[in-house]
C-alpha cells in the first residue's frame, strides 16, 4: 500500500503565492509519476502538473508560467509551487502517484486533498 501526505494548503488573494508538497511512503519498487490534480466543486479532476522519474514535467495550460513541480531531497516528495495565483485556481488539490510496488503490482494512489482558495 502507498499512501500520499499532502500539505501546504490555504487560502491567499489574488497575486500571491503557496506551495504543496506531497510525499508518498510504503512499499514502492519503481515510481512511474507523481503530481498534482485538482477538482473544483460541479469540474471533472484535472491535471495540474506531473513528473515523471525521468524528471519530464507536465503542465496544465492554465499554469503553465505560474506554476512549477519539482522533486524534493526526500525520496518521493514533490513540491507544487503555485505563483502568480488566481480566483479560478481555487479548488481541492490531490497528489497522485503511480508506478509498482513489486516487478509486476502496479499502484495508482491518491492523497486526502488539500483545499486552496484565492480571493479576488
Known amino acids: 500500500q502507498v499512501t500520499l501526505v499532502e500539505s501546504g494548503g490555504g487560502s491567499v488573494q489574488a497575486g500571491g503565492s503557496l506551495t504543496l508538497s506531497c510525499t508518498a511512503s510504503?512499499?514502492?519498487?519503481?515510481?512511474?509519476?507523481i503530481g498534482w490534480y485538482r477538482q473544483a466543486p460541479g469540474n471533472q479532476r484535472e491535471l495540474v502538473a506531473q513528473?515523471?522519474?525521468?524528471?519530464?514535467?507536465n503542465y496544465a495550460d492554465s499554469v503553465k508560467g505560474r506554476f512549477t513541480i519539482s522533486k524534493g531531497d526526500a525520496l518521493n516528495t514533490v513540491y507544487l509551487q503555485m505563483n502568480s495565483l488566481k480566483p479560478e485556481d481555487t479548488s481541492v488539490y490531490y497528489c497522485?502517484?503511480?508506478?509498482?510496488?513489486?516487478?509486476?503490482?502496479?499502484?495508482?494512489?491518491w492523497g486526502e486533498g488539500a483545499q486552496v482558495t484565492v480571493s479576488s
Open positions: 513528473i515523471t522519474s525521468g524528471q519530464s514535467t
Open positions: 497522485n502517484a503511480r508506478g509498482y510496488t513489486s516487478l509486476v503490482d502496479v499502484f495508482d494512489s
Open positions: 510504503g512499499t514502492i519498487f519503481r515510481l512511474i509519476a
